[in-house]
């Protein structure tokens, strides 16, 4: 892992969100981004936001929404007071859950695969390679562009849930209930990822209760996401709560798992992610 000098000299600076430091006189007139929006792949990249991909976000919100308000409504007909130890349990998993496979999501799209990939690579792989280059765009996106990748990727557990408490008696909600409070919370973590890492992203502004869950480490700390912002970005994935990216790196997951793949299939890990970040102007 890099030392804390690296993370200084190469991460995003938390006054200068864009990271470009500043710089002599002598030294701007030669100066190109190092990232930013004024970054040419930055600019590039940006420019592939489809209005057809922000209809789809559209709509997977508008479906997500409806499923989350049915499912609440299901678990309040069933809530019962005793089941507060078990929803409490099922919510510190259900994080711990999501902070993994966000991890893992983050670690693939990060490491692997191209723009050019049909469907998927102006999609979503698209955002990623963005992101590196402009880390502050996230902080520009509305709520749609920031949130409907991962509430489509919500919706059909939500779905399943619905499901399975519309068509199951009280009995066996309740004899149930740790798999299905384990199953919503997994899911709402799931679907609020990308708004803790746009919060993690935003030094300015933010609610006082949002601080506060990322002071508890709750939620994935500002300063603790910095981390993941150092060239080459190969380390601490998880973006939901943070808290695999310490066990995870001690044990070299990620790098176990490019080795693997590299090995069968000859890919070069984050080939397409460093491409990007060196076009220039």
Not at 41 to 50: D, M, N, P
Not at 194 to 212: A, E
Request: a neutral charge; proline letters at 5%.
């Amino acid at each position: 892992m890099a030392s804390n000098d690296n993370f200084i000299n190469n991460s995003m600076l938390e006054e200068d969100p864009n990271g470009n430091a500043s710089l002599a006189p002598s030294q701007e007139k030669s100066f190109k981004p190092r990232w930013g929006p004024s970054h040419k792949g930055a600019k590039k990249l940006a420019k592939l936001y489809s209005s057809r991909k922000r209809y789809c976000e559209l709509i997977s919100i508008t479906v997500f929404f409806i499923l989350l308000l049915t499912d609440v409504a299901l678990l309040s007909v069933n809530f019962q007071f005793n089941s507060i130890p078990t929803i409490c349990l099922a919510a510190v998993l259900g994080i711990a859950t999501a902070d993994f496979l966000s991890g893992l999501v983050h670690w693939a799209a990060d490491t692997w695969g191209s723009v050019d990939i049909p469907l998927l690579g102006k999609n979503f792989i698209r955002p990623f390679r963005e992101h590196h280059i402009d880390p502050t765009s996230i902080t520009r996106h509305d709520f749609v562009e920031t949130n409907g990748d991962n509430l489509l990727l919500a919706s059909p557990l939500l779905a399943f849930l619905a499901i399975k408490l519309f068509f199951s008696t009280e009995k066996e909600v309740a004899d149930a209930s740790f798999q299905i409070y384990y199953i919503f919370l997994s899911t709402v973590s799931i679907a609020l990822t990308n708004q803790i890492h746009k919060w993690s992203h935003t030094y300015f502004g933010l609610p006082k209760w949002v601080v506060f869950l990322q002071d508890l480490h709750l939620i994935m700390p500002r300063r603790h996401h910095r981390i993941h912002h150092v060239s080459p970005h190969e380390t601490y994935y998880c973006i939901t709560a943070g808290w695999l990216n310490w066990p995870l790196e001690k044990i070299g997951f990620w790098r176990h798992l490019e080795c693997i793949i590299s090995h069968l299939f000859g890919s070069s890990p984050r080939s397409d992610d460093m491409a990007w970040a060196g076009l220039m102007d």
